[in-house]
């Protein structure tokens, strides 16, 4: 083989694997991420109300009448002669009833750990315990009773430097309201001659546009590739571009610094490979100049 003709092959396998990859790992990262986060909320919150469930389980079934006693409940006194005799370093010094509580906890964890079922009541648990929080705290009465306990929380001491942002954060990405950004604009940033790509959020404020002296918008101006984390300026509404994209398409752009390009948005300057990189397949989102919120 020629050195042009093993250049030419391995050119090719390496755009092969390039677009293996461009193809596999947006997939392989969801799945990824989407693992990783039910593997938090399992551990973190499926399994402790798991661990309070076994718990309230082994305080109610002593109570029932022994007919009703499920089979990992019953203890043998072989079984604690057994457990005696695994532990002898300190077993022989053990009342038997607290043998007989130990072994009654270890099978109960090998009879809930061996069901998928019995381990996920801790995941539906708390989807049903979310859902009437929501229920209730969205009446009135609930409000009420919600804002009394807020404005206690607000007193302690470093929760209250801590809870308000917490909040607004949370009201921001799950709340009623979706965020406010009325359109996307093109912004001199942060010098003359850098354009960069934010937000509308709202009118100006008033000490803005007398400053300024003119009328004035509030702009967001969003980081790479975090976007809930920006600048907020105040300019001159004619100093700012409107860009005729959806609030999606501009958000997608800024995530992968600008390399999912809105249709319609793609310039032939800027290179020999400009125009090459990937689009954006039209967004169902919002379009610009259509509020979001």
């Known amino acids: 083989m020629t050195p042009k003709a093993k250049t030419v092959h391995e050119r090719s396998f390496k755009k092969v694997i390039g677009r293996g990859m461009a193809v596999l790992l ?22 402790p109300i798991n661990g309070g469930l076994r718990t309230g389980v082994m305080a109610v079934v002593p109570i029932l009448p ?15 002669q057994q457990a005696r005799l695994s532990q002898p370093s300190r077993g022989g010094g053990v009342p038997d009833a607290q043998l007989t509580a130990q072994i009654r906890h270890k099978n109960l964890n090998e009879f809930w750990n061996e069901r998928w079922y019995m381990q996920a009541l801790g995941l539906v648990v708390a989807i049903l315990l979310i859902w009437l929080a929501g229920l209730l705290l969205g009446g009135f009465v609930g409000r009420k009773l919600y804002d009394k306990l807020e404005q206690v929380i607000s007193t302690i001491p470093g929760f209250k430097q801590v809870y308000p942002h917490v909040k607004q954060l949370v009201e921001l990405i799950f709340g009623d309201r979706p965020m406010a950004f009325s359109r996307v604009v093109l912004v001199e940033f942060p010098k003359k001659g850098s354009w960069v790509m934010a937000f509308v959020t709202s009118g100006g404020l008033k000490t803005a546009e007398q400053t300024i002296g003119g009328a004035s918008l509030s702009i967001f101006v969003p980081n790479t590739p975090t976007p809930f984390t920006g600048f907020t300026i105040s300019v001159r509404a004619d100093e700012v571009i409107d860009v005729p994209i959806s609030i999606d398409e501009a958000l997608r752009y800024i995530i992968t ?29 919002p379009s610009a100049g259509s509020g979001v919120g």
């Open 26 to 47: 947006p997939s392989i990262l969801t799945l990824w991420i989407l693992w990783y986060a039910f593997v938090f909320v399992y551990n973190n919150v499926a399994e």
């Open 66 to 80: 022994a007919d009703f006693h499920p089979g990992w409940y019953e203890v043998s006194p072989a079984d604690v």
């Open 257 to 285: 610094g600008g390399v999912l390009v809105p249709p319609g948005q793609i310039s032939g300057n800027g290179g020999a490979d400009a125009g090459q990189g990937a689009s954006l397949p039209p967004a169902g989102g």
